[in-house]
């Protein structure tokens, strides 16, 4: 069994920046995908990012491309999403994601919430003034 654990989430002001880290614990942790969705209140979980865990190739929702980047430390079984120019639109609840196998690396796929095996519990962002 896998578990993610997301931290980093706070309040900052519009156009700030914050950190989010997702660590993985559990057996054998070797995921082909992962991922952040945020949920903000009252809609459903959105897609933010995805990555290759092998080679790192990466995919944003348009409207945070050039904004946030997502990474990975394979060493240390971390997921990064460094998310610069906060927006109040960006404030949800943030939740990281892994998939297990392979998957064809589009668009549609990679969006989908029964695309990914494990979530964690999230991680509260806010941005306002």
């Known amino acids: 069994q896998v578990q993610l654990a997301e931290s980093g989430g706070g309040l900052v002001q519009p156009g700030g920046s914050l950190r989010l880290s997702c660590v993985a614990s559990?057996?054998?942790?070797?995921?082909?995908?992962m991922a952040w969705f945020r949920q903000a209140p009252g809609k459903e979980r959105d897609f933010v990012a995805a990555?290759?865990?092998?080679?790192?190739?990466?995919y944003y929702k348009d409207s945070v491309e050039g904004r946030f980047t997502i990474s990975r430390d394979n060493a240390k079984n971390t997921l990064y999403l460094q998310m610069n120019n906060l927006k109040p639109e960006d404030t949800a609840v943030y939740y990281c994601?892994?998939?297990?196998?392979?998957?064809?690396?589009?668009?549609?796929?990679?969006?989908?919430?029964?695309?990914?095996?494990?979530w964690g519990q999230g991680t509260q962002v806010t941005v306002s003034s």
């Open positions: 990555i290759k865990w092998s080679g790192g190739r990466t």
């Open positions: 559990g057996r054998a942790f070797s995921p082909y995908t």
């Open positions: 994601a892994a998939r297990q196998g392979p998957t064809a690396w589009i668009a549609n796929m990679l969006m989908r919430l029964d695309e990914y095996d494990y």
